[in-house]
């Protein structure tokens, strides 16, 4: 099983970037995915979550209106578009199948 997330950099306040995770070795279209992140010194928390067959989102209150995730089910991937990018968006993002399949992350980094 790989989750393999890309698309990670450093933008400055305001910009956008679009996060994708490949997903191999399982049946992607059988599971619920979503995005967490983890900030420096913080706990990692939950950012978006997508229905197996992308049907459903939901949202942190903190990226609400600001993030978009969406699947792929035919290229096994999902994405995360971030926009109005904060200093406090700074952080690793992960996807993952949740709780069994994680990825290792990729780095966003919010800053003037």
């Known amino acids: 099983v790989q989750l393999v997330e890309s698309g990670g950099g450093l933008v400055q306040p305001g910009g956008s970037l679009r996060l994708s995770c490949a997903a191999s070795?399982?049946?992607?279209?059988?599971?619920?995915m979503s995005w967490y992140r983890q900030a420096p010194g913080k706990e990692r928390e939950l950012v978006a979550t997508i229905t197996s067959a992308g049907g459903r989102t939901n949202y942190a209150d903190s990226v609400k209106g600001r993030f978009t995730i969406s699947r792929d089910n035919a290229k096994n991937t999902v994405y995360l578009q971030m926009n109005s990018l904060k200093p406090e968006d700074t952080a690793v993002y992960y996807c993952?199948?949740?709780?069994?399949?994680w990825g290792k992350g990729t780095l966003v980094i919010v800053s003037s």
């Open positions: 993952t199948a949740f709780p069994r399949y």
């Open positions: 070795g399982f049946t992607f279209s059988s599971y619920a």
